[in-house]
């Protein structure tokens, strides 16, 4: 049972038809590629519960993914990037559940607003496998990726395809940046002033592999709250090295996510189908595909807590001003002391060397510095320890200054040790993860 | 911790290597291309020079690194550029390390991951070898052009070469610095060896010169590679009309030497000619001794020639043998041996052939018996009483992953047999029931099979117990090697003529001769412990010793 679909050759058509873009048994579809000529391509679009060598060793796949679970479906595409035959073009799309989605090199407790994440229940904090900066993902967005050999890669060859995509949909501004982000002008003037970006790009290159993989906001219902999950409060204290995001203004696309997913499918098959014939696969991965043991590999190491927290690079938080960070700290409203400071290095998420000053004591305050000292060492007990502080296990900064603080004969006031511990439970709340 | 996440990707990387991979692909430079696409040229500039680069055999390789002494391996550190990856990127966050100085890298292998901006680039080895020294810290920014991890290389290509020179070296080396030192004395004549070392038994021994053959690998070698020379030589043979590509060096790696050029003018300009071995120098010190071995030695004396080695693979038969006996490792075997007085057995057995020949049996029949026999039906009988000898272990029966023992109600005695394809071990199936002819007739049939290699896997397949009869061929005690499936093995010795004392009571002084035989039995002691093997090889001695015990047993 064959169905004909037609679709027009240009764009502006803007209301298609919702729900599923593929049939499960054989469809003809036009394809209309820029050069003008529609070619009639029989294309199987099937469902696969496993992905063969079979699969893998075609010169074009495209590959959609039914599942929204964004740690499964970067584990697809990373089974993808590494098993694919180094001679193909490989297209994946799929779109996530509401996520925070950090880069590969990333800081979390820099980059994300944590505390914000915690308190609404359902979004998840993933890292990814390639570099970049911080996205929010949810089913507004497509997820577009593209796995090609090395010596076709260029950043800007696959955006622009997602370009024509989008043209074709009738985004008539939507163009690529310097920066191989996609761009569309503001409310219609189009002076350039106004552009708000709508997609990032990422890359992973191996040796025989160039991963490049972007994000399409279509039409985010949550496009006002971006914003607040990817500022942290810990930011202005927080210093890293690895990647920082760059910020952007952003804006919904508006367009439907299966006539988006379609049209690039279109693009995509437009650029190699030629090349390659009939070695062309089109299949839909879903949930099925967990049971392959490479990609529950892949999602294990990307749910743990090491991966997502501690592939952090070093960095430091400080509440002052210091040589590597001069910048203007924000004033505190703790009850500490006025020369009150406080300054971590942490490597993978755990507490390397610690710096405390200007608790307030309870009793007799007659050696301040050295019980200053004390907390310091006992919270900055080192990776080789076994009892080192790790942020992401922290339920309550409360109960670690107390610990520290515990036996040593000394009392933290209580206002000091709560007020400390509210503003470090903002910056350093513990694992998020669910 | 940092170390967790090794590779998913270096399996993969591992695994694509077995795809078809074009290099060329790979050297191109595009602006964005991976990071492992380091120009050769770069790279190059910053080996090492040898200090001799004046020789032209070696001057059109680019490297000309080569060594003057005897280390194996070529001891080359390298620093590793780090590859440009594209978009003007100047220096990249090193995200993590997958290897460690003293790590083995293949080539292809990951080193390191980099991060620059948006783009994660995993960084792999062009080169084997073993990692010295890693340049950055997981965390720091590596600058690209510049040096990033020193790796050790080994087993260059050009490197073999060098090897190459090196194997003649320990032959000619310490005969060149005889050569110098027999120069004076030397008496070298352009004949032949057999006349030279005939003279030499008569007349001084440093006339002597030492076997051709282990000069023709100095001779090939430094055919090859003969303009090792120092110019002052080169000029001597020059001046000497001598083309220096002919003579055969003898000094440090196939160098030629002065004494050299002047052997060769003489071979050349004497009447007979020289075999290979015409120019080469003499050896002071080989004694007579030597020179007798030599007579006995072929022609192609490699007695005194460098260590060679070949690769032979392994016939079907060793194969199999090599697989068998690899899982038979996993039995722990102890042996059992004792000695079995067959005297009664001989004498048996040479009546019983007596009977056979006189009988007039058809064609086909047995006309002969061996003692095999009989220890096979002692060995079945012997089952019947410890019938642990026949059974097999079973590591995880019935799914509650319990090892456990499987009886089995047939004898099937396997029988070692040297065939001339290698060892067969064919199976006589049930014992138990067949007689002593029977048994017999089956095992002339498995043999000739054998011998033709057409025994059958039928034939082959289902054995509960095994007996080799070494004894055959020779030797007393063995320690064979149980069969897996099987929990037992017999080896019989040879059978040998010894004195003893009489056991006839009253004459106890009395000395007789007796045949004996030594029974070695191997058996799994995961199994069968040594009280039972004991008794078991008890009954099998006590029937041998006494075969006229079968009788009783007559079905």
């Known amino acids: 049972m064959a169905a004909l679909l037609l679709r027009s050759t240009t764009g502006g058509i803007r209301c298609l038809t919702k729900g599923p873009a593929f049939i499960s048994t054989t469809t003809t579809t036009t394809i209309s590629s820029r050069l003008g000529f529609s070619r009639l391509t029989k294309l199987r679009r099937s469902y696969s519960t496993t992905i063969s060598q079979d699969l893998l060793n075609k010169k074009v796949q495209v590959y959609q993914s039914t599942s929204n679970d964004p740690y499964l479906n970067l584990s697809i595409e990373h089974h993808l990037l590494q098993h694919s035959h180094p001679d193909s073009y490989v297209l994946f799309l799929y779109i996530n559940d509401?996520?925070?989605?950090?880069?590969?090199?990333?800081?979390?407790?820099?980059?994300?607003?944590?505390?914000?994440?915690?308190?609404?229940?359902?979004?998840?904090?993933?890292?990814?496998?390639?570099?970049?900066?911080?996205?929010?993902?949810?089913?507004?967005?497509?997820?577009?990726?593209?796995?090609?050999?090395?010596?076709?890669?260029?950043?800007?060859?696959?955006?622009?395809?997602?370009?024509?995509?989008?043209?074709?949909?009738?985004?008539?501004?939507?163009?690529?940046?310097?920066?191989?982000?996609?761009?569309?002008?503001?409310?219609?003037?189009?002076?350039?002033?106004?552009?708000?970006?709508?997609?990032?790009?990422?890359?992973?290159?191996?040796?025989?592999?160039?991963?490049?993989?972007?994000?399409?906001?279509?039409?985010?219902?949550?496009?006002?709250?971006?914003?607040?999950?990817?500022?942290?409060?810990?930011?202005?204290?927080?210093?890293?090295?690895?990647?920082?995001?760059?910020?952007?203004?952003?804006?919904?696309?508006?367009?439907?996510?299966?006539?988006?997913?379609?049209?690039?499918?279109?693009?995509?098959?437009?650029?190699?189908?030629?090349?390659?014939?009939?070695?062309?696969?089109?299949?839909?991965?879903?949930?099925?595909?967990?049971?392959?043991?490479?990609?529950?590999?892949?999602?294990?190491?990307?749910?743990?807590?090491?991966?997502?927290?501690?592939?952090?690079?070093?960095?430091?938080?400080?509440?002052?001003?210091?040589?590597?960070?001069?910048?203007?700290?924000?004033?505190?409203?703790?009850?500490?002391?006025?020369?009150?400071?406080?300054?971590?290095?942490?490597?993978?998420?755990?507490?390397?060397?610690?710096?405390?000053?200007?608790?307030?004591?309870?009793?007799?305050?007659?050696?301040?510095?050295?019980?200053?000292?004390?907390?310091?060492?006992?919270?900055?007990?080192?990776?080789?320890?076994?009892?080192?502080?790790?942020?992401?296990?922290?339920?309550?900064?409360?109960?670690?200054?107390?610990?520290?603080?515990?036996?040593?004969?000394?009392?933290?006031?209580?206002?000091?040790?709560?007020?400390?511990?509210?503003?470090?439970?903002?910056?350093?709340?513990?694992?998020?993860?669910? | 911790m940092k170390n967790m996440f090794l590779r998913q990707s270096s399996r993969a990387v591992g695994r694509q290597e077995l795809w078809r991979l074009s290099r060329r692909g790979l050297s191109r430079l595009a602006p964005t291309a991976t990071a492992t696409t380091t120009p050769s040229t770069t790279s190059s500039a910053t080996r090492p020079l040898a200090p001799n680069s004046r020789s032209s055999a070696l001057a059109q390789q680019p490297s000309t690194r080569r060594q003057f002494h005897a280390t194996r391996e070529l001891q080359v550190v390298k620093p590793v550029l780090l590859a440009d990856i594209g978009e003007g990127i100047v220096e990249c966050e090193v995200i993590q390390w997958f290897v460690e100085p003293g790590a083995r890298v293949e080539e292809f292998s990951p080193l390191c991951e980099v991060q620059s901006d948006k783009a994660s680039v995993e960084i792999t080895s062009r080169f084997a070898g073993v990692v010295k020294k890693l340049y950055y810290d997981a965390g720091e920014m590596a600058k690209v052009g510049k040096p990033f991890v020193d790796i050790d290389i080994e087993g260059d290509p050009e490197n073999k070469e060098a090897e190459a020179l090196t194997p003649p070296e320990p032959v000619s080396t310490p005969e060149g610095q005889q050569a110098i030192k027999g120069e004076a004395i030397s008496t070298s004549t352009p004949q032949a060896i057999a006349p030279e070392l005939k003279q030499a038994f008569i007349e001084a021994p440093w006339a002597q010169e030492t076997p051709a053959p282990s000069h023709s690998p100095v001779t090939k070698q430094t055919g090859k590679h003969a303009s090792l020379a120092t110019p002052a030589v080169?000029?001597?043979?020059?001046?000497?009309?001598?083309?220096?590509?002919?003579?055969?060096?003898?000094?440090?790696?196939?160098?030629?030497?002065?004494?050299?050029?002047?052997?060769?003018?003489?071979?050349?300009?004497?009447?007979?000619?020289?075999?290979?071995?015409?120019?080469?120098?003499?050896?002071?010190?080989?004694?007579?001794?030597?020179?007798?071995?030599?007579?006995?030695?072929?022609?192609?004396?490699?007695?005194?020639?460098?260590?060679?080695?070949?690769?032979?693979?392994?016939?079907?038969?060793?194969?199999?043998?090599?697989?068998?006996?690899?899982?038979?490792?996993?039995?722990?075997?102890?042996?059992?041996?004792?000695?079995?007085?067959?005297?009664?057995?001989?004498?048996?057995?040479?009546?019983?052939?007596?009977?056979?020949?006189?009988?007039?049996?058809?064609?086909?029949?047995?006309?002969?018996?061996?003692?095999?026999?009989?220890?096979?039906?002692?060995?079945?009988?012997?089952?019947?009483?410890?019938?642990?000898?026949?059974?097999?272990?079973?590591?995880?029966?019935?799914?509650?992953?319990?090892?456990?023992?499987?009886?089995?109600?047939?004898?099937?005695?396997?029988?070692?047999?040297?065939?001339?394809?290698?060892?067969?071990?064919?199976?006589?199936?049930?014992?138990?029931?067949?007689?002593?002819?029977?048994?017999?007739?089956?095992?002339?049939?498995?043999?000739?099979?054998?011998?033709?290699?057409?025994?059958?896997?039928?034939?082959?397949?289902?054995?509960?117990?095994?007996?080799?009869?070494i004894g055959s061929i020779g030797g007393t005690y063995l320690s064979p090697v149980i069969v897996e499936k099987e929990v037992a093995i017999l080896g019989i010795g040879r059978m040998r003529t010894v004195p003893a004392f009489s056991t006839v009571p009253g004459e106890e002084d009395k000395i007789l001769r007796r045949q004996i035989c030594n029974f070695s039995w191997s058996a799994d002691h995961r199994v069968i412990d040594g009280a039972t093997m004991a008794r078991a090889a008890d009954v099998v001695r006590s029937i041998v010793e006494e075969p006229d015990v079968m009788v009783m047993h007559l079905r």
């Open chain 1, 98 to 434: 509401p996520c925070v989605v950090i880069g590969r090199n990333q800081n979390p407790w820099l980059e994300v607003n944590l505390p914000a994440l915690q308190e609404t229940e359902d979004i998840k904090l993933v890292r990814r496998r390639s570099g970049g900066g911080t996205v929010f993902h949810d089913h507004g967005n497509v997820n577009w990726s593209v796995i090609c050999p090395p010596a076709v890669f260029d950043r800007d060859r696959h955006a622009e395809m997602v370009v024509r995509a989008l043209k074709d949909l009738g985004v008539t501004t939507a163009k690529v940046n310097e920066r191989h982000d996609i761009v569309i002008a503001g409310d219609g003037r189009g002076n350039g002033k106004d552009v708000f970006k709508v997609s990032g790009s990422a890359y992973k290159l191996t040796r025989l592999r160039s991963l490049h993989h972007g994000t399409c906001l279509l039409n985010s219902p949550q496009l006002k709250n971006i914003g607040k999950f990817l500022r942290s409060p810990g930011e202005p204290y927080i210093k890293a090295r690895g990647v920082e995001s760059v910020r952007s203004p952003i804006r919904n696309v508006d367009v439907d996510t299966q006539e988006f997913n379609k049209r690039v499918v279109d693009e995509f098959l437009a650029m190699y189908e030629e090349q390659f014939g009939e070695d062309v696969t089109v299949e839909r991965v879903g949930e099925d595909l967990k049971d392959m043991s490479n990609i529950r590999k892949g999602m294990d190491e990307l749910t743990s807590i090491p991966w997502i927290y501690g592939q952090t690079p070093q960095f430091t938080f400080s509440s002052r001003p210091t040589e590597d960070d001069p910048r203007e700290r924000p004033p505190l409203d703790l009850d500490v002391q006025s020369d009150f400071n406080i300054e971590f290095t942490l490597r993978h998420g755990e507490i390397q060397t610690a710096n405390v000053s200007g608790l307030k004591y309870e009793g007799p305050a007659t050696d301040k510095d050295f019980y200053d000292g004390m907390i310091s060492k006992a919270l900055a007990k080192g990776s080789d320890d076994e009892s080192a502080v790790k942020l992401y296990e922290i339920k309550d900064w409360a109960a670690v200054l107390k610990s520290a603080t515990a036996g040593q004969g000394l009392k933290v006031s209580d206002s000091s040790l709560n007020s400390l511990s509210e503003w470090l439970n903002k910056v350093f709340p513990g694992s998020h993860f669910r």
């Open chain 2, 234 to 469: 080169r000029h001597l043979a020059k001046d000497l009309n001598v083309d220096i590509t002919e003579i055969t060096g003898t000094g440090k790696d196939g160098r030629v030497l002065k004494e050299d050029v002047y052997k060769f003018v003489q071979v050349k300009a004497s009447a007979s000619i020289p075999s290979p071995s015409g120019a080469t120098p003499t050896t002071p010190g080989v004694s007579a001794a030597a020179a007798a071995a030599s007579a006995f030695s072929s022609p192609a004396a490699t007695a005194s020639g460098p260590q060679t080695e070949t690769t032979v693979p392994l016939t079907r038969t060793q194969e199999m043998m090599f697989k068998s006996m690899t899982r038979s490792l996993t039995i722990p075997h102890f042996l059992y041996a004792d000695e079995v007085d067959f005297t009664s057995l001989v004498e048996l057995r040479a009546r019983l052939n007596k009977v056979l020949s006189k009988s007039g049996l058809p064609e086909g029949e047995v006309k002969k018996l061996s003692y095999l026999p009989f220890v096979i039906k002692a060995v079945s009988m012997a089952l019947y009483k410890y019938p642990v000898l026949n059974a097999r272990v079973d590591l995880d029966s019935n799914s509650n992953g319990k090892p456990s023992l499987i009886m089995r109600s047939q004898h099937n005695i396997g029988v070692a047999m040297d065939t001339p394809s290698g060892l067969l071990v064919p199976v006589v199936k049930n014992v138990g029931s067949l007689n002593i002819l029977s048994i017999a007739a089956e095992l002339a049939r498995l043999q000739s099979l054998a011998v033709t290699g057409k025994l059958s896997p039928q034939d082959m397949s289902g054995g509960t117990i095994t007996v080799s009869n």
